[in-house]
């Protein structure tokens, strides 16, 4: 069967705006939606990466990097601050390239961010 590019979604909180709590959220938001599709960076064609307005102390995309995601496009975005938002919230859309149709792929939602989609959290 062949490959196609499919859109997977994830969220997580931070326990504080700081370096190390942005990175260590979003390397865990990254491990568990590679755990969950099955997929390597190099199936990866595409990652997003947003994060709430009191999140200022690191780009959450570079927990990517660190991972190795050397030779994957990376944007990093801040979102807007809105009522009732998750606060130290970050959010990754990524495209890969899967077989599995979009009903069994798996978006995780993490710590304070499983309030976003209570139906999918992991």
Known sequence: MAKTLRGLRGATTAQANTR?????????LIRA????NGFTPDEVESAIFTSSPDLTAEYPARAARRL???GVPLLGASEV???DGVP??????????TTKSPRELKHIYLRG???LRPDRTK
């Open 20 to 28: 190390e709590a942005i990175l260590e959220a979003t390397e865990q």
């Open 88 to 97: 130290y919230c970050i959010r990754l859309l990524l495209h890969f390239y």
């Open 81 to 83: 601050a809105v009522p």
């Open 68 to 70: 190795g995601w050397d």
């Open 113 to 115: 961010a499983a309030q």
């Open 33 to 36: 939606l590679q755990e969950a």
